[in-house]
């Protein structure tokens, strides 16, 4: 599975990899590396990279959505398209852009931390 186009997915690897190389580097200021209580944290402009990413590659706003599902198969008959809508509430999209306050101590990025990062959607057929 592919989650970004090749000038994204490098772009991506630059901002983990200098946020791994500040904490390795840094390892003396902190105990320990995956946990942000008494952790290290970045410096501002090397979080502001990764809290850009996110923003520009976050979609799931609050609104309503609908989705189809398309399953084929050789044998054309047993071939279905379902359609489907879900709602997207504020609350879901905060707890799913909950994980940028951990940016700034490599959380999200290159460890992650104990948090809820998911949300249950009620997906209904249209």
């Given at each position: 599975?592919?989650?970004f186009?090749r000038?994204n997915?490098?772009?991506?690897?630059?901002i983990e990899g200098?946020l791994?190389a500040?904490?390795?580097?840094n390892?003396?200021?902190?105990?320990?590396a995956?946990?942000?209580?008494?952790?290290?944290e970045?410096p501002k402009?090397?979080?502001?990279?990764?809290?850009?990413?996110f923003?520009?590659h976050f979609?799931?706003?609050?609104?309503?959505?609908s989705?189809?599902?398309?399953v084929v198969t050789?044998?054309?008959s047993?071939?279905v398209t379902?359609?489907?809508r879900?709602?997207?509430f504020e609350?879901h999209?905060?707890t799913?852009?909950?994980?940028?306050?951990?940016f700034?101590?490599g959380?999200?990025i290159?460890w992650?931390?104990q948090?809820?990062t998911?949300a249950?959607?009620e997906?209904?057929?249209i």
């Amino acid at each position: 599975m592919r989650y970004f186009e090749r000038d994204n997915e490098k772009s991506y690897l630059k901002i983990e990899g200098d946020l791994l190389a500040d904490s390795r580097s840094n390892q003396n200021k902190f105990k320990s590396a995956d946990t942000n209580d008494d952790g290290y944290e970045h410096p501002k402009e090397l979080v502001k990279p990764a809290s850009d990413f996110f923003e520009k590659h976050f979609c799931w706003k609050a609104g309503e959505y609908s989705m189809s599902i398309n399953v084929v198969t050789d044998c054309k008959s047993a071939t279905v398209t379902k359609k489907y809508r879900f709602t997207i509430f504020e609350s879901h999209e905060e707890t799913l852009t909950s994980i940028k306050e951990y940016f700034k101590y490599g959380g999200g990025i290159y460890w992650n931390p104990q948090i809820k990062t998911n949300a249950i959607l009620e997906i209904t057929e249209i």
